[in-house]
């Protein structure tokens, strides 16, 4: 840790007298943390400072400053909180056969960037902090006819972004899904498909003369 990094943010009472050690943490601006996990224990326990709304600190870990807004630790400037994710293949791979019948979980195996304090992704699935976000996605099908596309919370059951419905009968179409969601506490999320016909491997995408082969891809930016 730097020479400003602290572990607890003292709560003083009234009349209470300061020591030298302090008035160190007190005037040293704002508490400055090793990384999340210090800066989630250093608040509500014994003798600390509740964590409320209005409250700053500064992580080491990324050389970020962040704001709690009541909900969650947002950063302050430096540009929006992204994370990229897509299916990348080796090329000469289609997009694989797909299924019909019910919603599908697309597959997400690549991630071209994440700075989402609290985002991952594993196995297809993608965890997200509380928080407001915005999303773009997109998802390459070959005539699978009758098709849908859905952004689905896993945790609880429901879908918070759903696409427009289209035809796509013997041919390639990309089918995109944009919109926007709110939610309060960690959740878990899949990029799903909704399809009424197969084409084989290819139903998921076409092989096409790039290396590597890029499928389903998925943006996230968190805005609050």
């Excluded at 399809?195 to 290396?211: E, M, Q, W, Y």
């Amino acid at each position: 840790m730097g020479a400003n990094a602290t572990t607890f943010v003292p709560a003083y009472v009234s009349g209470e007298v300061l020591t030298a050690a302090d008035l160190t943490v007190t005037n040293s601006g704002i508490p400055v943390f090793a990384d999340a996990t210090a800066r989630t224990a250093a608040f509500g326990g014994s003798g600390e400072k509740v964590l409320a709304e209005g409250q700053f600190a500064y992580l080491e870990s990324d050389n970020t400053t962040y704001y709690y807004d009541g909900a969650a630790w947002v950063a302050v400037g430096g540009g929006a909180s992204i994370a990229v994710f897509n299916e990348t293949q080796a090329n000469g791979t289609t997009g694989g056969a797909g299924a019909t019948g019910s919603f599908q979980k697309r597959t997400l195996n690549t991630t071209l960037k994440n700075n989402i304090t609290g985002c991952s992704i594993a196995s297809s699935v993608i965890t997200l902090p509380a928080g407001t976000y915005n999303v773009i996605a997109n998802q390459p099908f070959y005539a699978t006819n009758k098709t849908i596309s859905r952004f689905y919370n896993t945790s609880d059951s429901t879908s918070v972004i759903d696409g427009t419905g289209v035809e796509i009968p013997g041919s390639q179409n990309n089918l995109p899904l944009i919109g926007a969601f709110t939610i309060t506490a960690s959740k878990n999320f899949e990029l799903q498909y909704l399809i009424t016909n197969t084409a084989g491997s290819s139903t998921l995408g076409l092989v096409f003369f790039t290396d590597p082969a890029i499928f389903a891809s998925i943006s996230i930016i968190k805005v609050a």
